[in-house]
């Protein structure tokens, strides 16, 4: 464990700088405070510097595209009051810090970094075209019965929203290849699987079901995922 002590101690370092700007900027609550010093510390710490920029890259244009036209969203009921909370936090990391921790501890990491970049590409993708999508959007559609329905209705697409949140992932994608955390192939893997990770999230939300309006839940699932079909298909691809 001697390895990991001089990374935690700059993830420490690095974590509590970001942290508590982001606290004094009102982007994060003390419980979003306290839960992304986990997030990145432990991200920081097990899985390195570029997965760490890709978890920061999620934040901040997360945390930007869901400022983006607070009249508006606050006008129809659809936006965030306050900084984002714990629960928000780990809803949408818990997958990829996971699996960034798991890669420090196996002999070929290689699947479970793809995992982790996938992750935090689906969730940026839902997370933009949700939020941008209800902004420019013209004609927003339940994916369940393909009707019209308002902007910022629960579960509702849009061409314009969806081709924002498949380049959304494709930036996390690229930050992975750069790094070389994820290859050609593992880059072409984490673009489908944000696409069905989003879509399928899409579909539950606008579910009638009972227990699938639980925002952090289809959050943590659409991660999930994300992750899964990232894996799978990158497994296809290169059989």
């Known amino acids: 464990m001697e390895q990991f002590l001089q990374p935690l101690l700059i993830g420490l370092a690095i974590n509590l700088i970001l942290g508590t700007a982001a606290l004094l900027l009102r982007l994060v609550s003390w419980s979003g405070y306290f839960g992304g010093l986990l997030i990145g510390i432990a991200t920081f710490t097990f899985a390195g510097v570029g997965p760490y920029i890709i978890l920061c890259t999620f934040f901040a244009l997360g945390t930007a595209f869901s400022k983006l036209g607070i009249s508006t969203k606050r006008a129809r009921g659809s936006h965030q009051e306050g900084g984002r909370g714990g629960r928000h936090a780990l809803a949408n990391c818990m997958v990829g810090v996971s699996c960034g921790v798991v890669s420090a501890f196996i002999p070929h990491p290689e699947l479970a970094l793809l995992a982790l970049t996938a992750a935090f590409a689906t969730a940026l ?115």
């Open 125 to 239: 993708s839902d997370t933009t075209s949700n939020e941008l999508g209800q902004l420019l959007g013209k004609h927003p559609i339940l994916p369940t019965t393909f009707k019209p329905v308002p902007p910022g209705t629960n579960g509702a697409v849009s061409v314009e929203g969806t081709l924002l949140g498949v380049v959304a992932s494709l930036v996390i994608a690229s930050i992975g290849l750069v790094f070389g955390i994820i290859n050609w192939w593992g880059f072409l893997a984490v673009a489908i699987a944000a696409f069905l990770g989003t879509t399928v999230e899409s579909i539950l939300s606008a579910s009638p079901i009972r227990g699938l309006d639980n925002n952090e839940l289809l959050n943590f699932v659409n991660t999930l995922l994300g992750a899964l079909f990232a894996v799978g298909i990158y497994l296809i691809l290169t059989i």
